[in-house]
Structure formats: C-alpha cells, structure tokens
C-alpha cells in the first residue's frame, strides 16, 4: 500500500494549524503532530517517531524554538533519515530568513533524498496578534531592544498557502522560496500602523537588551525563549534583511498581503 497521509509537525503552531486546516478542507487525512497534538510528537524523544512518519506521503515541518538553536541540525537530519526509511516523499520545511544556521538545515533537508520545499520567511505580522507582542500593543506599550533597522514582516496566510500547495502540487518539489510581506517597516512604524487603524495611542520604546530580559522574566517567559529572542534582535535584526522578496508572487502568482490588509483582517483581535 502507497503512503497516503500528510504530517504537520508543529500542528498546534501558527502555520501549523493553518495548514491542517486546508489540508482538512481539501479532504486530506492528516496527522496533527505536536506535543498536545493528536498524534503525539517531540523534538526531545525520538521514540515514535518511525510509527509518527509512517504512511506519510508529504510532510510540513516547523521547527521549535528555533532551527538555529544547536541541537536543529541533529534533529532535521535524524527527522529526514527516518522518513526516508518510512518512503516519505516530500518534506516542506519552514525555515528563517537572514539565519545563517538555519542554512545547514536547509541543506540537509535539500539532500535527503525526498523531494523539498523550502520556506525562508521573514518575521511573521502574527507575532503582533497571535505571538508574545500582541499583547505589547493591547497594553499600549511596544518596549523591544531594536531601533530603527526595518523588516519586510510576512503575512502567516501566505506561508500556510504555500506550505499547503507544496504538499499537493507537483510544481513546487525542489524550489526554495523566500517570502516577505511588501512592506519594510521598523517596530515604530507597526505600532504608528496600528494606531491609525484602530485609533489608538499605543508607544514603542528602544530599551536594552538586559531591561527587555527582565520584562520577559517578569510576564513569564522562560530563559530559552529568552535567548531565542536576544539572538535575534542581536544578530538577525542587523539590518540584513531589510529588503524585500517575491517568494510569494513566485509560488502563489499574487502578491503578499500588507501590513494594512493583514491588520484590517485581524481587527477582532484588537476590538
Ligand atoms: N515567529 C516568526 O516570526 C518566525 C519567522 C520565521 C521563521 N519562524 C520559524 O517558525 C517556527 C515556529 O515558530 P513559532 O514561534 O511561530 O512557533 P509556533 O509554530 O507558533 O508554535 C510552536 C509549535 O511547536 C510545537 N512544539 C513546541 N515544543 C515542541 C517540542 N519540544 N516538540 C514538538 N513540538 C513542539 C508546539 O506545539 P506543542 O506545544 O503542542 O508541542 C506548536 O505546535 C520556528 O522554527 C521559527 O524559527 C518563525
């Protein structure tokens, strides 16, 4: 019998459950895998994962915290010789813009053997909805250890819609796509977009590395999101990616959404 399922690992995440979601609509037999998924999966114990990949026919995987925390590479790799072993025949990996460790996943998920998606995204617009930021502009305050470097935030719908169609669709085996919004915007101007959306008068702050840390500590952050987040505002947002790409014209044939669209599309969230 032919592989016949897909597999979404990071099912509960933000693209995760967008991508189950067309995946469900397209009447698709999913496995949901995630720590609390329906199937469960985790990173830190290999033990099921042969029985997770098994009679899977493509795959999307999202990696957490991060692929550049050390340990990625390990896993990828062990991930993708297990599902050869299983005949998986695809994999679609979600991986990070202006990472440069990210890329040593990126090779070994484009060497290893399966057919390939990869998408390389900027900063997602959800992290000021559904992330640790949303939160920031409810209260009014937008305190983050950056100036003003800008970043081309991507639209998650975007992702979710081309993760989707690379698990059905022939035409994007083997293609790397890199994916921003269209709009190169600092953390300044996301909270002067907010307010003017939904008439508000929410601030941003430039702070330090160290108050920003013992913010996190006090909402409750544990350390290893911590240092997550200091390396990328220390390291990924230097201003290297303050240029935009066209992966989702490429992938989908449309433009990304704006910043404008994306906030008038979550205007629930803020009512
Ligand atoms: N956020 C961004 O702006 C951004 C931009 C570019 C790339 N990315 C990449 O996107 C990926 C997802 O990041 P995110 O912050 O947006 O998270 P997310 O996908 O919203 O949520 C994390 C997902 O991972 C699962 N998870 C957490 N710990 C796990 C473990 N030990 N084993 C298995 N599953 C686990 C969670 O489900 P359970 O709790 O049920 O396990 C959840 O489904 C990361 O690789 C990140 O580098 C993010």
């Not at 979601?21 to 999913?30: D, E």
């Not at 033990?47 to 899977?56: A, E, T």
């Not at 998408?119 to 305050?141: I, K, P």
Request: with cysteine; charged share 20%; net charge negative.
């Amino acid at each position: 019998m032919s592989n016949s399922q897909y597999l979404v690992i990071g099912a509960t995440g933000k693209t995760g459950k967008r991508v189950i979601s067309k995946l469900r609509a397209a009447h698709k037999t999913v496995k949901a895998a995630s720590r609390s998924g329906s199937v469960i999966f985790d990173w830190n114990d290999k033990s099921n994962w042969p029985d997770v990949l098994r009679n899977v026919k493509a795959m999307y995987v999202t990696y957490f915290p991060d692929l550049a925390i050390p340990g990625a590479p390990d896993d990828i790799r062990a991930l993708c010789e297990l599902a050869r072993q299983q005949n998986v025949g695809h994999i679609t990996l979600l991986s990070g813009r202006g990472e440069s460790e990210a890329l040593a996943c990126e090779r070994i998920v484009t060497s290893s053997g399966m057919s390939w998606t990869v998408v390389r995204a900027s900063w997602f617009m959800q992290n000021f909805t559904e992330g640790l930021f949303a939160q920031f502009l409810m209260d009014g305050s937008v305190a983050l250890p950056v100036g003003d470097v800008k970043e081309p935030f991507v639209d998650i719908d975007d992702i979710a819609d081309i993760a989707f169609d690379s698990l059905i669709n022939d035409k994007h085996k083997n293609k790397l796509y890199e994916v921003t919004g269209p709009d190169l915007l600092s953390f300044s101007d996301v909270v002067e977009a907010f307010n003017q959306a939904f008439q508000r008068k929410g601030a941003f702050h430039q702070i330090s590395l160290p108050l920003f840390s013992e913010n996190l500590t006090r909402i409750g952050v544990d350390e290893g999101a911590i240092a997550i987040l200091h390396y990328l505002f220390t390291e990924v947002l230097d201003g290297r990616n303050a240029n935009l790409a066209d992966g989702v014209q490429q992938a989908l044939g449309r433009p990304p959404t704006s910043f404008k669209t994306f906030l008038q599309k979550n205007r629930h969230v803020f009512d």
